[in-house]
């Protein structure tokens, strides 16, 4: 059980850690919110209400419901949220990522140049306990696939004030975080610039732990913007089957099938994968600035 305890700035949640790890706990970067079991969510919440000055006013529909927005809010009132998680080496090897108000209040919208209206990066999971952006955005965490484990450290990449802390027995510092061909900001998740076909048809594709899928827009879908043309591609193979995938926060379907790929750092000569090219969706895409996902989790949960 990884997630073992949580604190609400000094106090912590009398919660027993099998409900943090009821299901699985997972790490996942198609995941924009830290999603609790909803009694720790509940916990948390009131938690947090219970730290909040009373002259400060703040909706209850803000903690559930993303349309509810706080506009230029104070930091300084919110206390940090403290995840506590065991190391690979036993318990006396625990860590704490502690999440500032500035990685769970996530940004979603700017009024005017003076004013920018946040949402509440903490929901409800019914699938145990998700590591979304909002508990690993700052952090430096790596995926060992080989040896089945996440990694994480104190990270020197962009501005101090955009780095999150790490408490307990991690201390390494990467130096070097650029990456060229990976784009995103905070509350959009990342993407990687990948061509698909022949002749090469481009598309941001996000980078999702959470899941093992790589899966294309192939149909003019609600919110996206470019879409891959399966009939202009001469090396796309139809592979006769439909698939279909829900996840914590959208479903696709469509046809499954195979065609070369390249991504600029990466891949420079083509390699031919299976993908799924997606004709129907729902909430998939959302607001965020992709055409498809390439999930890197293990092989096992794969439909594609």
Not at 64 to 74: H, K
Not at 139 to 155: E, T
Not at 284 to 303: C, E, V, W
Request: hydrophobic share 35%.
């Amino acid at each position: 059980e990884p997630l073992f305890r949580s604190m609400v700035g000094s106090e912590k949640l009398a919660v027993p850690c099998s409900q943090f790890n009821d299901k699985s706990t997972i790490v996942d970067t198609g995941a924009d919110k830290l999603l609790l079991p909803e009694t720790i969510f509940d916990s948390v919440v009131n938690k947090i209400k219970e730290q909040i000055p009373r002259s400060y006013r703040v909706s209850d529909s803000f903690w559930r419901y993303d349309t509810q927005l706080l506009c230029n809010p104070d930091y300084s009132v919110f206390p940090d949220i403290t995840i506590s998680l065991l190391s690979v080496e036993g318990l006396e090897k625990e860590f704490n990522l502690i999440l500032e108000p500035k990685n769970y209040l996530r940004a979603r919208s700017k009024r005017s140049k003076d004013e920018t209206c946040l949402s509440f990066g903490v929901g409800v999971s019914t699938t145990g306990t998700v590591l979304g952006l909002a508990a690993l955005e700052g952090y430096y965490v790596i995926f060992d696939r080989a040896n089945k484990q996440v990694g994480f450290a104190q990270s020197s990449c962009g501005s101090s004030r955009d780095r999150s802390r790490i408490e307990g027995s991690i201390s390494r510092v990467p130096h070097n975080c650029a990456y060229e061909n990976l784009r995103g900001e905070p509350g959009t998740g990342y993407t990687l610039n990948v061509s698909i076909g022949t002749p090469p048809q481009w598309f941001q594709i996000l980078l999702d732990t959470g899941s093992s899928n790589f899966a294309v827009a192939a149909a003019q879908l609600e919110k996206v913007k470019s879409y891959f043309h399966v009939e202009d591609s001469s090396s796309y193979v139809d592979l006769q089957k439909s698939v279909g995938v829900e996840y914590t926060g959208g479903s696709w379907r469509g046809a499954l099938a195979s065609d070369l790929i390249t991504a600029p750092d990466s891949i420079s000569t083509p390699i031919r994968v299976k993908l799924a090219a997606v004709t129907k969706s729902d909430k998939l895409f959302k607001d965020l600035p992709m055409q498809g996902l390439i999930g890197l989790a293990y092989k096992s949960i794969a439909k594609v």
